[in-house]
């Protein structure tokens, strides 16, 4: 627990009205998507930039835990104290769009910024932001860096490291550091601000961000194809690539996955299929959207597909989309408890990753439905277990161990855009070897050799 004397010191930086420690705040801020729950002894929004090195010099002096938050919209359990400590959040003060050069087409933004807020104001320049998480609505720019978030775009346009130019950010001692620039190329140094990038607050906090704009392609267009069996479905995937054509996304949803949200919604799914494909291209011509359709429509009847439809308007499209956006919450129909890995490999390597899973599901009979962002190789795998079951919870965990080694052994990862956090740590030994792990760990020293910054995460 943080004494009395540290938290009048801590008030002394922020003022007394940004900092917490009252049952309702602590609640809210102890957990995440995870549904797990650890409860830090305080809340603290700082101001700007110099409140943030003030807190991490007080904190780094006196041992205190410092957990940075976003949203709390992560998967893994990155943004929870699970020690105890101060909770570090931004949405209060630091949420602003600082710029949108337009000249350089590049935008400046403190960590709160939503990333929807930042996707609107670009467009409102007739600029680009794409990447789109599912949490894009909620999530912040801040949080998006430090777990380096996809989303359905990831297949054409790239994730948040893509995008990301430059960093300011603050060392555990206080010290205030720039990462990168706001030019197109810059080769001199270390590149920290990629370091950075994905390392879900455990080396130093964000306080600004630099990122890359595009410019908007003024149309899209969204094709829908239905497949008898998942492996057909997913050939389709990677040979849609492989000749030349790359949408902007192209999602699946398994057998299970349709299933579910036909029961749900009764949207007039077809329920005996093997999977479905979702596609979007766009382009600067609508002749360059037809070609890439045409394109699409041949290599997806190539691999079995035997209904291809394509939206005429926006609303058409909207409703093709609609199965994607909703089997999350519809696959709660299999299980209370959902065990949700966000596995990656090569494209070409995605029907066997699927017979894998599938495979698994029986051995441990359990229901596994999987959707996901194929374009990109990044499978949602869903373990469905009864919650209440202590013993069904541990089958799930089992069958979670083996759908990793699955997709390391088939040349992927543990995860494309949750992180590592609390949940996936245990499994990192299976992803890389003891000296990669040390090197982890010589990194987080170097940076927090007193191991203030949201430890317990990553397994390190």
């Keep these: 627990m943080i004494d009395a004397q540290h938290i009048k010191a801590l008030r002394d930086i922020v003022g007394s009205e940004n900092i917490y420690t009252d049952k309702a705040h602590l609640i809210a801020y102890s957990y995440d998507a995870t549904r797990n729950k650890f409860q830090p002894d305080a809340v603290l929004f700082p101001r700007d930039e110099k409140d943030v090195s003030e807190i991490l010099r ?62 609107k104001a670009a467009e409102v320049k007739g600029l680009f932001y ?21 989303g359905m775009r990831a297949a054409k346009y790239g994730i948040t490291k893509d995008y990301v130019m430059a960093l300011r950010a603050v060392l555990p001692n206080g010290d205030i550091i720039r990462a990168g620039k706001r030019t197109i190329k810059d080769v001199a140094g270390y590149n920290i601000a990629g370091i950075l990038i994905a390392s879900e607050g455990t080396l130093a906090v964000i306080t600004e961000i630099t990122v890359k704009l595009i410019a908007k ?6 094709a829908f194809g239905v497949f008898p069996s998942v492996r057909d479905a997913m050939s389709a995937v990677y040979k849609t690539f492989s000749k030349g054509i790359t949408p902007v996304a192209m999602e699946f949803l398994d057998n299970l996955s349709i299933r579910a949200v036909e029961e749900r919604f009764h949207k007039g799914l077809p329920k005996d299929a093997g999977a479905i494909l979702i596609a979007d291209v766009d382009a600067d011509a609508p002749n360059l959207l037809d070609e890439q359709m045409q394109k699409i429509d041949e290599v997806f009847k190539e691999n079995g597909c035997n209904d291809f439809k394509i939206a005429k308007n926006a609303d058409e499209a909207k409703d093709l989309w609609f199965a994607r956006r909703n089997c999350s919450q519809s696959i709660t129909i299999y299980g209370s408890k959902k065990l949700n890995e966000d596995i990656t490999v090569p494209r070409s390597k995605l029907p066997e990753l699927l017979e894998e899973i599938e495979k698994i599901a029986k051995k441990y009979t359990v229901l596994v439905p999987c959707f996901g962002h194929t374009g990109d190789g990044n499978v949602h795998a869903n373990v469905m277990v009864d919650g209440s079951s202590k013993e069904q919870v541990e089958i799930g965990h089992k069958a979670i161990e083996e759908i990793f080694k699955a997709a390391i052994e088939l040349g992927g990862t543990l995860s494309g855009e949750h992180g590592i956090g609390i949940s996936k740590a245990p499994f990192m030994h299976l992803a890389f070897s003891e000296a990669e792990m040390e090197l982890f760990r010589a990194i987080k020293k170097a940076f927090d050799p007193n191991n203030i910054l949201n430890p317990y995460k990553m397994g390190i």
């Design 58 to 119: 007080y904190c780094n002096k006196e041992g205190i835990i410092i957990v940075p938050r976003g949203a709390g919209s992560g998967f893994t359990g990155g943004s929870l104290s699970v020690k105890g400590g101060i909770i570090l959040a931004f949405e209060k003060h630091m949420n602003k769009i600082l710029e949108i050069d337009m000249d350089n087409m590049v935008a400046v933004v403190q960590p709160g910024v939503i990333n929807m807020e930042l996707q």
């Design 130 to 150: 794409p990447p789109d998480p599912a949490s894009e609505e909620h999530s912040t720019i801040g949080g998006n860096v430090s777990e380096n978030a996809g």
């Design 217 to 222: 392609p003024k149309f899209t267009k969204t």
